[in-house]
């Protein structure tokens, strides 16, 4: 397994306090194509900035923290991604990575509460935990958020686990968040008395306290918005602690409303254009100024839009957070670029 070494020594002089000084377990969400996933990488580095162990967990089997990293796909095991993560006092943090899958956290938990050792990895090949994980409804988000629980409360007692100051779950798609995070809930309720049930309550009891924070991930456009807004009602129906908004890939606003609105109107001077091109020695004709006149009214309409779906997220009523779209792609300079602003709005 490769490890990624990222030094930063850059600061943030105006950086915010974090806004949820108090939460060990981050849980992101959002829609599908909003960046979920960079956005819950981005923010364990944030945390890790500050001096923090982190671990951050997937668990959609889709090995995206394996890609973005640059590293051999996660096993069922902790990993160290980055080290030597400096924060502006001198003291370095660590981010850790694991990768869960139901079939291995059923093994683990037949292991620890009923010893089967053996016998579980016996039934794995007979092909009953596949069973279990597969058609049993709910046992697959029971295990999963399990295993996330077991990593936000150990402590230093056992000496063979990592502990944590910080959790950073890359959770399931807006859309079934609440029913993910709520199923040990209704286990709860199925199971009268017995481990099942103190295991469950114990979950729900860290999901619905104040350590915990779930934060939506959107970008501004209607349907990613809608659902952030439909996402957090549910949550709040359920009981479940909603964190803050991350608006993700925001266009850059160098153009103010005013030349946005001659743009959109079509009453910009192509010839006026053309003049400023030659005049700055860049080769141009009529066809590069009708194309260059295209791609603005694009942007301005682009822009209104987004500032529409901007004025319902503000409406949310949640601490919002922006991050700029990465013109050259998710990689680690860009990571380390969006956790820096992560900790200069107060994230983490």
Known sequence: MAILAIVSTRTSPGSASPDWPQVRLHVVTGKGGTGKSTVAAALALALARSGRNVLLCE???????????????????E???????????????????????????????????Y????????????GV??????????????????????????????KDAITYDAVVLDAPPTGRIAQFLGVNSELAGLARVG???????????????????????????EMPVQETA????????????????????VRPRDIGPAALEQIRAGEVDGEAVAAELTRAR???????????????????????LEEEQHEVVAALDVPT??????????????????????REQGLA
């Open 79 to 113: 990993r160290r991604l980055a080290k030597g993560l400096l924060d502006e006092t001198g003291h370095a943090g660590q981010v850790h990575a694991l990768h869960i899958d139901p079939e291995s956290a059923l093994l683990e938990y037949l292991s620890i509460y």
């Open 282 to 304: 860049v080769d141009c004709d009529a066809a590069l100024v009708d194309h260059l006149l295209a791609e603005a009214r694009d942007h301005a309409v682009r822009r209104e």
């Open 321 to 342: 957070y922006e991050l700029p779209r990465l013109a050259g792609g998710v990689d680690r300079g860009g990571l380390l670029d969006l956790a820096a602003l992560m």
């Open 115 to 126: 010893k089967l050792g053996r016998a579980g990895r016996a039934l794995d090949k007979f």
């Open 59 to 77: 668990v959609e089997g889709r090995q995206g923290i394996a890609r973005m990293f640059d590293v051999d796909p996660l096993p069922y095991a």
């Open 195 to 221: 481990p099942i049930k103190s295991q469950a309550d114990k979950v729900m009891d860290l999901l619905r306290s104040p350590r915990t924070a779930v934060h939506l991930v959107t970008v501004l456009e």
């Open 230 to 249: 439909d996402g957090i009602a549910e949550l709040r129906a359920a009981g479940l602690p909603v964190g803050g908004v991350v608006v993700n890939q």
């Open 129 to 158: 935990i596949d069973f279990a994980t597969t058609i049993a409804p709910g046992v697959r988000d029971v295990l999963l958020t399990g295993k996330v629980y077991e990593a936000v409360v150990r402590n230093s007692r056992n």
